[in-house]
């Protein structure tokens, strides 16, 4: 089956360092992928959509400019974390929808958990 | 606004007995999707079933199904024969038409052995 890689699987760092996660699609082209944030014992909470060769649409209340979203290739989409501060700790999830399957398939990253000291 | 509501933050099964997981949702759309996903302590998100809401017929995953009712907006996931790798978090979804996900607060599954 289809498989997103993500990584890393966790991070530790500096209060005003910048991190980047990545989310590679292995076996298929992601026109779209979707990032996420999860807090302990919460749901998932949309952060942000990335489309292939476009900026990305962030949801309400997500600053652009702190969390930083590419997506250069049909295969690769990266959040940074710019300018980290000890409220960024959470868990970062990315999910892909496959391009050539017409239904409503994504599939999910193993997700990153981000400690900032 | 769409949205999806568990009301059971926790949920305890006698192993090999049958639970059932609550779920509503909200929304406009008349052609959607639900699902039911799993996340274990692994933090990995595992899909367990999905329902087209055109379809009348309720989906089946071996131990897995769901009761849809489209007219109430319930969609609920009963575990038979619950098994221990069954305890997990268990998170309520719905799909719109952009393919973005509006996600339940879950439900914590604890199977007793």
């Known amino acids: 089956g289809a498989v997103v890689s993500q990584h890393p699987s966790w991070v530790i760092c500096k209060s005003g360092t910048s991190v980047k996660i990545e989310c590679r699609s292995l076996?298929?082209?992601?026109?779209?992928m979707f990032w996420y944030r999860q807090f302990p014992k919460q749901s998932l909470m949309l952060m942000a959509t990335s489309n292939e060769g476009s900026k990305a649409t962030y949801e309400q209340g997500v600053e652009k400019d702190k969390f930083l979203i590419n997506h250069a290739s049909l295969t690769l989409s990266t959040l940074t974390v710019t300018s980290a501060h000890p409220e960024d700790s959470s868990f970062y999830i990315c999910s892909a929808r496959d391009q050539a399957l017409t239904n409503e398939k994504l599939f999910f990253g193993s997700g990153t958990q981000l400690s900032v000291l | 606004a769409q949205t999806v509501t568990q009301s059971q933050p926790e949920m305890s099964v006698q192993e090999a007995e049958t639970v059932t997981l609550s779920c509503t949702y909200d929304?406009?759309?008349?052609?959607?999707?639900l699902f039911w996903y799993k996340q274990p302590p692994s933090r990995q998100m595992i899909l367990v079933i999905r329902q087209e809401a055109y379809k009348q017929q309720n989906a089946t995953e071996n131990r897995f199904s769901v009761n849809f009712q489209k007219a109430a907006k319930s969609f609920s996931l009963k575990i038979s024969d619950s098994q221990l790798g069954d305890a997990a978090m268990y998170f309520c979804?719905?799909?719109?038409?952009?393919?973005?996900?509006?996600w339940g607060a879950g439900t914590k599954l604890i199977i007793k052995p």
């Open positions: 979804a719905l799909m719109d038409s952009n393919y973005q996900l509006i």
């Open positions: 076996d298929f082209q992601a026109t779209t």
């Open positions: 929304t406009s759309e008349s052609d959607y999707y």
